[in-house]
C-alpha cells in the first residue's frame, strides 16, 4: 500500500486516493455542484460507486439514472459512464477500482466538457 496519500484537484471538483494495493484502488471523489466528469470508458479496470451525500445523476451506456446516499453503481469493465452533480451541494462519493491496471492513462474519454477528449 502507497503510505502517502495522493490529491488531485480537476475542473470539475477533487479526488482522495484512500488506499492502493495490487488488486484495488480506493478514491474519495468529490463533484462541484453543475459540474460533471467526462463521458470515459477503462479497458483494465471496473469500478464501483457509493454515493456519500448530494445525489449522483449517472449515465451508463446512455441510460440516465440517480443515486443518493448509500446508493451503490456498479460499472462494468468497458461500460461507458459518467457522473454529474446537479444539485447544488457537493456530490461525494467513493469509488472502488478492481482490475489489472489503475493508472490515469487507461481513461478513454468519449465527450468532455474541458476539452481532454481526443
Known amino acids: 500500500m502507497n503510505s502517502h496519500q495522493q490529491s488531485l484537484d480537476t ?12 488488486d484495488c ?4 471523489i468529490i463533484v462541484t455542484s453543475g459540474q460533471r466528469l467526462s463521458y470515459q ?3 483494465k479496470r471496473q469500478e464501483t460507486w457509493v454515493v456519500v451525500s ?7 451506456d446512455g441510460t440516465i439514472s440517480h443515486y443518493h ?4 453503481v456498479q460499472i462494468p469493465l468497458e461500460a461507458a459512464h459518467r457522473v454529474a452533480n446537479t444539485g447544488t ?4 462519493f ?3 477500482q478492481r482490475g489489472t491496471y489503475f493508472g490515469e492513462d487507461d481513461i478513454v474519454r468519449l465527450e468532455d466538457d474541458y476539452g481532454r477528449a481526443k
Request: no cysteine.
Open 25 to 28: 484502488k480506493v478514491k474519495r
Open 89 to 92: 451541494d457537493p456530490l461525494i
Open 54 to 60: 448530494g445525489v449522483a445523476t449517472v449515465t451508463l
Open 41 to 43: 470508458k477503462h479497458f
Open 69 to 72: 446516499p448509500g446508493e451503490v
Open 11 to 22: 475542473p470539475w471538483g477533487r479526488w482522495d486516493i484512500l488506499l492502493e494495493t495490487p
Open 94 to 96: 467513493i469509488e472502488v
